[in-house]
């Protein structure tokens, strides 16, 4: 499998996309789907036979089902993990949260809940396509720019809308770690390294709260928001704002 751990996807070239699902039919629709928009595409119908094609055949968005013979999509994060940083877009049922948050701490980017829209599928598709064309081996303790925010992690700064916003400590960890995946879910348990290293993983309460008091800093008023939950699985940091918030 080439290494794609430093280098961005030339958007000028059509997308080579690999789908790897044991149901046909599934594969047939989405494989059609991208077909039509232009991707490259190819398909497997099990982890193992994935890992095989991408000897050969470096994709640059990876489609995975979770439920598969083999080698289940977990596994295939896992082993395409230790080689690249390809992207992978997860496709889930409503009763697989466990498998689901399993993948995207084994370096899944994102994931689709079946039975899913193929409109939204397709935006999912670029908006991953997008984030990987513009990511190269970035210093992560570099200042962003994203959306309406702009982080300093040198001096610990952060303005929204150009105006400061003064955080605690552990504050601006967690929207430092969240920022380094934009308009991605990230797991509970990866944000509660990210702040408190190998402490507090077992208290999700702790986090529930520090995002809670993270909101009332950077959303002080009913719009935008920025930070979204995505239910038993994490959060979705979205730079730009959306008009509506979901729970806590």
């Excluded at 958007?11 to 149901?23: G, H, R």
């Excluded at 596994?75 to 409503?94: D, G, M, T, Y």
Aim: aromatic share 6%; with cysteine.
């Amino acid at each position: 499998m080439t290494d794609q751990a430093t280098t961005p996807r030339d958007s000028t070239d059509p997308a080579k996309i690999l789908i790897v699902d044991d149901e046909p039919q599934i594969t047939r629709v989405v494989s059609m789907a991208c077909t039509a928009q232009g991707y490259q595409v190819r398909s497997a119908a099990d982890g193992e036979s994935a890992l095989a094609i991408l000897i050969d055949w470096p994709a640059e968005l990876i489609i995975t089902d979770l439920a598969m013979p083999k080698l289940d999509g977990v596994e295939l994060c896992r082993a395409i993990r230790k080689q690249s940083n390809v992207p992978i877009l997860v496709l889930s049922v409503r009763n697989q949260e466990k498998m689901k948050v399993e993948a995207l701490d084994a370096g899944a980017d994102d994931y689709v809940t079946k039975p899913f829209q193929i409109n939204e599928l397709l935006a999912r598709i670029r908006a991953v396509l997008r984030r990987s064309s513009h990511t190269a081996a970035k210093d992560k303790n570099a200042e962003a720019t994203l959306g309406d925010f702009r982080i300093d992690p040198a001096s610990r700064q952060v303005f929204v809308r150009g105006a400061e916003v003064h955080l605690t400590p552990k504050e601006f960890d967690l929207l430092h770690a969240m920022s380094r995946y934009p308009d991605r879910v990230v797991t509970r348990r990866t944000l509660m390294v990210a702040v408190w290293g190998g402490y507090n993983i077992d208290q999700p309460e702790s986090l529930r709260v520090l995002i809670g008091q993270l909101r009332r800093k950077i959303e002080p008023g009913e719009k935008p928001h920025y930070i979204l939950t995505e239910p038993w699985v994490g959060y979705r940091f979205v730079p730009e704002g959306v008009q509506a918030a979901s729970s806590l």
